[in-house]
């Protein structure tokens, strides 16, 4: 089966999700093409996918000085942001959907000043609570409403990583979570006027889209299991 065959299967999929969970907005495949070579980005280019999403900065920065023959190609970052590597990133990287912290947006603003730009960012939710994973607790309102007033940043939604079990009812919970995160602060806050809903991966996208998603990062559902480095 081709690339294109697979992403039609995927978005067959989606709608499916969509009439099932009653929503009918657009849903945004990334192609998330960490370990993989290039030359499989050119065949997501080829089959129609142009929005791509990698998690580290120094293997994209190998893989970006090709991407001269790809026009109108979307490449957002989507893995865990270290301070040292924002002036990197931001001059790679058209959004950062991953800020996981007031410091983060912070510093994130401030290279984006000095770069002359305005950065359209996701903030990263921990809507599972889980220990090990990077992102804003969805209690900590007041420093996720502070996140807004960065002059520099736009924010466009907001990112989850579903938890890892079995329980599908844990995973829809935690969907549901951002999705009505996002409404309450657009709600409370006058600056905040937030779409998207970046949610849902290779093993638990149909859910997420029954839930709202707007976004889906999806790797190993398009690709097959990820080579290791």
Known sequence: MSLKDII??????????????????????????????????????????????????QEASQKFESFENMPNISRRFIGHLQSNKV?????????????????????????????????????EINTSGEPQKHGLLPNQLEEIQLCFEETNIFINGLMTVGPRTTDLKKIRESFIQLRDLRDTINESNTQANMRELSM?????????VEEGATMVRLGSALFGERQTL
């Open 8 to 57: 039609n299967s995927v978005q067959s999929k989606i709608e499916s999700a969509q009439e099932r969970g009653g929503f009918s907005h657009p849903v945004q495949l990334i192609a998330v093409t960490k370990t993989h070579p290039f030359s499989l980005i050119q065949t997501c280019y080829d089959s129609g996918l142009k929005t791509i999403g990698e998690n580290r900065i």
């Open 200 to 208: 849902g991966m290779s093993g638990d996208y149909e859910i997420a």
């Open 87 to 123: 002036n990197k990133c931001l001059e790679m990287f058209d959004t950062i959907d991953s800020v996981d912290s007031l410091k983060l947006a912070k510093k994130i603003s401030s290279a984006a000043l000095r770069l002359g730009k305005r950065i359209n960012v996701l903030l």
